[in-house]
C-alpha cells in the first residue's frame, strides 16, 4: 500500500488517478497533484501514464512485428514468426469474414487494434501495487499503467475508427449519398427525413460511443476488483487474486477481440451501399 | 477519469500505428505467407505429379515385364514344338531305315532259297540221274534223258 497507511478510499482513489499534466488555472502548466487539481484542468491536461503506456505497448507492437516481417521467410517459419503469422492470419481470416470489400486498410487496421489493445490490457495482469508503488519511490505521485482502463484512450481509438468510418462513407457513396443515407433510411419518405437524420446521426454517434465504452467499461471495473482485492491483508489476497486474473485473461482477450472486430463491422457497413 | 487532451493524443497515436503497420507491418508478413501458401501448394502439386509418374513408370514396367513373361513363355513354346518335332522325325527315318533294311535281308533270304532251291534240284536230278544207272547198270544218255531230267527237276 502506498504512503503511510491511507484509509481504503484513500488508496482506491490514488489507484484510480491518473498522472496528469496539464493547464490549471492557478498555477499554470505544471503536474496535478491530486485528483481534484487534475479536475481543474479540465480538458486541456495530458494523462501521461496513459499516453506513454500505451504508446509504449504500441511501440512493443510495432517493434515485434516489424522484427517478425522483417525476418519472414518463405521457409519453414519459426518462434517468434510462428507466433506472428499465427496472429496476422487470425486477423486475415476475420477479416475476410466479416469485411465485404476491398480496402487494404482494413486487415492492418484491425492487426493494430487488436494487438495493441490486447497488449494493453495484459497490462493488468500486473499486481496493481507494482508500478505506483515503485513510481511514488522514483518521486511520481501517479501511475496508473493500465491505458484501457482512461476513457479517454479507449474513446480516442473509438474516434479514430469514426473518423474512418465518416471518411469511407464518404468516399464509397459519395457526400449527396451518405447524406441520402442519413435521411431517407429506416423510412423512405421525404416527410420523415427529420425524424431519420435523428435516428441515423444518433445511431452513428453511439457506433464510437459503444466501442469506446463497452472496453472502458470492462476494463475499469475488472481494475477495481483488483484494487479491491489488493486491500485484503497479504496471505489472503491470492484466494482471490489469482482466479480474478486466471478470468482476466479471457477479459482481456475477448474485449480486444471483440473492439477489433467491431470495427472491422462498422467500417463494412460503411463501404455498402443501401 | 477526466475527459481530456488525452483523447485526441489517443486518437494521434492510433493513427500513427496504424499508418505504420500498414505501411511496414503488414506487407512483408503477409506477402511471406501468402509466398509461403503458393510454395506449399507448388509443392503438394509436384508431389501428386511424381506420384503419378510414378504409377505410369511402374504401369509400364509391369507391361514390359508381362510382355517380356509372354514373349519368354512363346520361345519355349516354339523350342519344345520343334524338339518333339525332332524327335519324331528322327523316330520315323530310324523306322523306315529298320524296314528298309529288313526287306533287304528279306530279299537276301529269299535269293538264297532261291539258289539253295536251284542246287538242290540240280543235286537231286544228278543223283536221280545216278540212282537210275545203278537201277538199270546202264548209263543213261544224259543228253537224251535231258529233257526228261529237267522236268523231274522243276517237278521237286
Not at chain 1, 479507449?154 to 449527396?176: D, E, P, Q, R
Not at chain 2, 496504424?18 to 503477409?30: D, E, H, M
Not at chain 2, 543235286?123 to 547198270?137: F, I, K, Y
Request: glycine share 6%; net charge negative.
Amino acid at each position: 500500500m502506498a504512503g503511510n497507511n491511507p484509509s481504503p478510499t484513500e488508496y482506491i482513489q490514488h489507484h484510480l488517478q491518473n498522472l496528469t499534466f496539464g493547464y490549471h488555472p492557478e498555477h499554470g502548466w505544471s503536474m496535478a497533484h491530486s485528483a481534484l487539481e487534475a479536475r481543474e484542468m479540465g480538458f486541456w491536461a495530458l494523462h501521461l501514464d496513459t499516453m506513454g503506456w500505451s504508446i509504449a505497448m504500441g511501440a512493443l507492437f510495432i517493434w515485434l512485428f516489424r522484427k517478425a516481417g522483417r525476418m519472414a521467410t518463405t521457409g519453414v517459419p519459426s518462434g517468434l514468426q510462428n507466433a506472428v503469422e499465427m496472429v496476422v492470419e487470425f486477423i486475415e481470416n476475420l477479416v475476410r469474414s466479416a469485411f465485404h470489400g476491398r480496402n487494404p486498410i482494413i486487415a492492418p487496421l484491425a492487426l493494430t487494434l487488436f494487438v495493441w489493445i490486447l497488449l494493453m490490457n495484459t497490462l493488468k495482469i500486473i499486481p496493481v501495487d507494482y508500478f505506483p508503488e515503485l513510481f511514488i519511490r522514483l518521486g511520481v505521485d501517479y501511475m496508473k499503467i493500465v491505458p484501457t482502463t482512461d476513457p479517454n484512450a479507449t474513446l480516442g481509438m473509438a474516434l479514430g475508427v469514426f473518423c474512418l468510418i465518416i471518411y469511407y462513407s464518404i468516399k464509397v457513396k459519395g457526400a449527396g449519398g451518405f447524406a441520402k443515407e442519413l435521411s431517407l433510411t429506416p423510412f423512405n419518405h421525404w416527410a420523415l427525413i427529420p425524424f431519420n437524420l435523428v435516428l441515423e446521426i444518433i445511431g452513428l454517434l453511439v457506433k464510437p460511443l459503444g466501442l469506446g465504452l463497452r472496453l472502458f467499461g470492462n476494463m475499469f471495473a475488472g481494475e477495481v476488483i483488483f484494487i479491491l482485492i489488493a486491500l485484503l491483508p497479504f496471505w489472503a489476497i491470492w484466494l482471490l487474486d489469482v482466479p480474478w486474473a486466471i478470468f482476466h485473461i479471457l477479459v482481456v482477450t475477448l474485449q480486444a477481440f471483440i473492439f477489433t472486430v467491431l470495427s472491422i463491422v462498422y467500417l463494412s457497413a460503411a463501404h455498402e451501399h443501401h | 477519469m477526466n475527459i481530456n487532451m488525452t483523447l485526441i493524443g489517443q486518437t494521434i497515436a492510433f493513427a500513427i500505428f496504424v499508418w505504420f503497420c500498414t505501411k511496414y507491418v503488414w506487407p512483408p508478413i503477409s506477402n511471406a505467407l501468402h509466398e509461403r501458401q503458393k510454395r506449399i501448394a507448388d509443392g503438394l502439386d509436384a508431389a501428386s505429379r511424381a506420384t503419378r509418374d510414378l504409377e505410369l513408370a511402374q504401369e509400364r514396367a509391369n507391361e514390359t515385364l508381362r510382355e517380356s513373361k509372354e514373349q519368354a513363355s512363346q520361345i519355349l513354346e516354339q523350342a519344345n514344338k520343334r524338339s518333339s518335332q525332332m524327335i519324331e522325325e528322327a523316330r520315323e527315318q530310324a523306322r523306315s531305315e529298320g524296314e528298309r533294311i529288313v526287306a533287304g535281308a528279306r530279299a537276301e533270304i529269299d535269293q538264297e532259297v532261291q539258289r539253295a532251291k536251284e542246287e538242290l534240284r540240280a543235286q537231286v536230278s544228278h543223283l536221280a540221274v545216278s540212282g537210275a544207272e545203278r537201277v538199270l547198270e546202264a548209263s543213261v544218255d544224259e543228253k537224251a534223258h535231258r529233257k526228261l531230267l529237267d522236268k523231274l527237276a522243276a517237278e521237286l
